[in-house]
């Protein structure tokens, strides 16, 4: 009886313990250049608060803008433990469902300092919280998110590493290469029709002659959008040849998270 009451204790403590932990999710107001701006932070304040401080994560959206997709992916990197900040590109509930007016969006970004200053809002939004390690952070990135993650840390910012998913390619100048304090990885799909031989060979040459410290991953079969569990339906709707890829998607994720746990290694 008494080994009974003793494992029955233990398991309404263990209960506790986990009812106590919790996702926490919210809005963050913020601006940049006069444009009134809203992100999404996510982080489990059990594994935060275990941390002292958390390695901390920005996620930079797709073209859509801040929608429900880069929130959840927010909400997955705070299960890992990390404090995850979404970043809104365009505005406070600015987003869009039409290709011609989310190329119209982000077309005010590529090739201009705008899509690092606008980036680097949001870095700064999650480093304000006081809950991330400033030694260990990262960007990641999808489709144009990718290529924000990528001029983000050629300007320069305080990142450990960058991951971009299925996102533009920025090739690096020298100027970049002396800034950069990033490690990067790029999951690639194979076959992106958005993407071009030439475009990726012009990438990893700037890698190459800026020696980076880099890993270009393909992904055989893979679209764009290969990660996002509605590319089908935004497909189905708009006629973009994008498309979920179920393996690529699993692929990516791991390989992110190894990544993560090399770059966010405590040395002792």
Same mark, same amino acid.
């Given at each position: 009886?008494?080994?009974?009451?003793?494992?029955?204790?233990?398991?309404?403590?263990?209960?506790?313990?986990?009812?106590?932990?919790?996702?926490?999710?919210?809005?963050?107001?913020?601006?940049? /250049?006069?444009?009134? !701006?809203?992100?999404?932070?996510?982080? #489990?304040?059990?594994? @935060? &608060? *275990?941390?002292?401080?958390?390695? $901390?994560?920005?996620?930079?959206?797709?073209?859509?803008?801040?929608?429900?997709?880069?929130?959840?992916?927010?909400?997955?990197?705070?299960?890992?433990?990390?404090?995850?900040?979404?970043?809104?590109?365009?505005?406070?509930?600015?987003?869009?469902?039409?290709?011609?007016?989310?190329?119209?969006?982000?077309?005010?970004?590529?090739?201009?300092?705008?899509?690092?200053?606008?980036?680097?809002? /949001?870095?700064?939004? !999650?480093?304000?919280?006081?809950?991330? #390690?400033?030694?260990? @952070? &990262? *960007?990641?990135?999808?489709?144009? $998110?990718?290529?924000?993650?990528?001029?983000?840390?050629?300007?320069?910012?305080?990142?450990?590493?960058?991951?971009?998913?299925?996102?533009?390619?920025?090739?690096?100048?020298?100027?970049?290469?002396?800034?950069?304090?990033?490690?990067?990885?790029?999951?690639?799909?194979?076959?992106?029709?958005?993407?071009?031989?030439?475009?990726?060979?012009?990438?990893?040459?700037?890698?190459?002659?800026?020696?980076?410290?880099?890993?270009?991953?393909?992904?055989?079969?893979?679209?764009h959008a290969?990660?996002?569990?509605?590319?089908?339906?935004?497909?189905?709707?708009?006629?973009?040849?994008?498309?979920?890829?179920?393996a690529a998607?699993?692929?990516?994720?791991?390989?992110?998270?190894?990544?993560?746990?090399?770059?966010?290694?405590?040395?002792?």
């Open positions: 009886m008494k080994l009974i009451r003793f494992l029955v204790a233990g398991l309404a403590l263990c209960a506790a313990g986990m009812l106590s932990a919790k996702i926490v999710t919210k809005p963050v107001a913020y601006e940049h /250049g006069g444009v009134k !701006l809203e992100g999404w932070l996510a982080f #489990d304040d059990e594994k @935060v &608060a *275990a941390a002292k401080p958390a390695p $901390g994560v920005l996620v930079l959206p797709e073209w859509w803008g801040l929608t429900e997709y880069p929130k959840g992916r927010a909400e997955q990197l705070a299960k890992l433990g990390y404090v995850a900040f979404a970043a809104d590109m365009y505005g406070a509930g600015v987003t869009t469902a039409d290709p011609k007016k989310a190329g119209e969006l982000a077309g005010q970004f590529y090739g201009k300092p705008l899509m690092a200053e606008r980036a680097r809002a /949001g870095l700064d939004q !999650l480093l304000a919280t006081g809950l991330v #390690d400033t030694g260990r @952070v &990262a *960007a990641i990135g999808y489709c144009f $998110g990718g290529a924000a993650a990528q001029v983000l840390a050629y300007s320069g910012a305080p990142l450990a590493g960058l991951v971009s998913f299925h996102g533009s390619l920025v090739p690096a100048s020298a100027e970049a290469a002396a800034k950069n304090h990033a490690k990067i990885l790029v999951c690639h799909g194979a076959v992106d029709p958005f993407i071009s031989a030439a475009e990726i060979a012009a990438f990893k040459k700037g890698m190459d002659d800026g020696k980076f410290d880099y890993q270009f991953i393909s992904y055989a079969g893979a679209v290969f990660s996002n569990p509605g590319a089908d339906q935004i497909a189905k709707a708009t006629g973009l040849p994008i498309a979920y890829h179920k998607d699993k692929r990516s994720w791991s390989h992110m998270r190894t990544f993560f746990n090399e770059i966010f290694a405590v040395k002792k």
